[in-house]
């Protein structure tokens, strides 16, 4: 057609016009390419749906836009505030690997000092006390055997009762910890399928590009349309410029269906033209003629094409509208982590206290189980001087009876002589002697006994 070069598909083939004849049969040929031409208008209809199609997929450009931004926004929010709950998660491993840490250093030293008195226990354990310190016929008994256990079996069991609840707590804060860790991991999950689905999708069906297209092809078909347009102009110029030919189309249209009524278009007064123009016009339309049907089966197929296009723009479209539907849930599934936050700080703050309050009892009754080996080892030291001691006493009390033994002999010496001395006066002066002159005349001397006397208990 004119202004436009299109593939040769004829519709109807008939011999030249140029140079023809004003008969009826010409007069038939331009009616069938009227007829031809008038049936291709029905492709208006495919152009309307096209520009239906590219008023809709602007539409659908502007609301993808705004649904890219808006998910852009609000992933990028949630990117954001992921990395504050992560730093707060990391905190709170942090503050439980630092008491998991100061727990085992803990019972470490806890360990250390309660070996430490187990040794000392063993050392009493091994110590028997000697048979001359206890009663004859008592059975054989170690240091240990005299010590009152109570206090310490109270104090372990005070130590493991601080255990118990500083474990308690840290399993507290683990649980709390991996449940934190999965809320995020959840959201992270949440907004790693939307990235990667919206992503793709964008690849594969990027709708300003769809748009583009779309609008193209729109284009070439209402390009298309007018070339139909003005060969169906020529159609009715060349019938009216033909003699008679307005009166034997009339006639022929008749016969018609109402569908393809032409009178309309044959309407009015034969118009004159000279035989240049004529012949000219005669030309092109009976190549535009041919390419007729070509031309309208174009414009179906951009239209199938922009159907196909269509049909891709709105998946994508969907597909971003699902995707911001699953970043607005991730968005409040990150809210409701949030409101979780509150907790999960309050956990990690709780630990601390309690891991405080219990490393204070732990650091205590290590004092006290350093001060009762302390005592312990006093025991045994005390032990040891005690042997000393009664070795001490036992010397003592030899050397003093040794003394003892030696003065009573040579009191007895004494005693043997003051006896002879006053035997001999009484032979020799005793015949002299009143008996009554002195009371102590006729006594014997004075003999002397030595006595222990124990302080703990009545004289012997």
């Known amino acids: 057609m004119s202004a436009s070069s299109l593939p040769a598909i004829s519709v109807a083939q008939s011999p030249s016009l140029s140079g023809l004849e004003e008969t009826p049969s010409h007069v038939e040929t331009l009616v069938e390419y009227l007829l031809a031409s008038k049936r ?25 836009l705004v649904l890219q931004s808006k998910g852009r926004f609000i992933k990028q929010g949630i990117v954001s505030q992921l990395a ?35 040794l000392t226990l063993n050392a009493l354990r091994s110590t028997v006390v000697k048979a001359s310190l206890r009663p004859k016929g008592e059975q054989k008994k170690s240091l240990h055997d005299f010590l009152e256990e109570g206090g310490r079996e109270n104090l372990m069991a005070e130590v493991r009762e601080s255990i118990d609840q500083t474990q308690e707590a840290q399993q507290e804060l683990d649980q709390a910890i991996l449940a934190f860790d999965e809320d995020i991991g959840s959201v992270q999950s949440s907004l790693a399928s939307t990235i990667t689905s919206s992503t793709h999708d964008a690849f594969e069906y990027p709708i300003p590009s769809l748009v583009r297209s779309l609008e193209s092809h729109a284009k070439e078909m209402a390009d298309l349309l007018e070339s139909l347009v003005r060969h169906f102009d020529l159609c009715v110029t060349a019938i009216k410029s033909t ?11 008749q016969d018609l269906p109402a569908a393809f009524a032409i009178e309309d ?17 005669m030309q092109v339309l009976e190549k535009d003629a041919a390419d007729v049907e070509e031309v ?13 296009q269509f049909d891709l723009m709105n998946g994508h479209l969907n597909a971003l509208m699902e995707s911001y539907v699953d970043t607005s849930n991730t ?17 990690s703050r709780e630990f601390v206290e309690r891991w405080d309050i219990q490393r204070m009892k732990i650091e205590t009754h290590m004092e006290e189980l350093d001060s009762l080996r302390e005592f312990y080892e006093g025991y045994v030291q005390a032990y040891d001087r005690l042997l000393v001691e009664v070795a001490r006493r ?6 003093m009876e040794t003394i003892l033994q030696e003065a009573m002999a040579k009191v007895d010496l004494l005693f043997e002589e003051d006896l002879s001395e006053r035997e001999t006066f009484k032979q020799a002066q005793g015949s002299f002697l009143p008996a009554d002159i002195w ?7 004075l003999r002397y006994t030595v006595t222990t006397v124990n302080h703990n208990s009545a004289a012997k």
């Open 40 to 64: 291709s208008l029905s492709s208006i209809y495919h152009v309307s749906r096209a520009n239906e199609i590219v008023t809709v997929a602007r539409h659908a450009l502007e609301e993808s």
């Open 84 to 118: 504050i709950l992560n730093d707060v998660k990391q905190g709170a491993e942090t503050v439980a690997k630092e008491g998991h840490r100061e727990f085992k250093a803990t019972l470490v030293d806890l360990d250390n000092a309660e070996a430490r008195l187990q």
């Open 243 to 253: 003699e008679g030919g307005g009166v034997t189309a009339r006639r022929i249209a």
């Open 265 to 281: 278009q044959l309407g009015g007064a034969d118009e004159s033209i000279d035989e240049k123009e004529r012949q000219d016009m």
């Open 296 to 308: 309208v089966l174009e414009i179906r197929e951009r239209l199938a094409e922009m159907e196909v």
């Open 331 to 347: 968005f409040q599934m990150l809210e409701d982590v949030g409101s979780k936050l509150d907790g999960y700080i309050a956990h």
């Open 394 to 399: 036992k010397d003592i009390q030899n050397r």
């Open 439 to 445: 009371p102590g005349l006729k006594l014997s001397p």
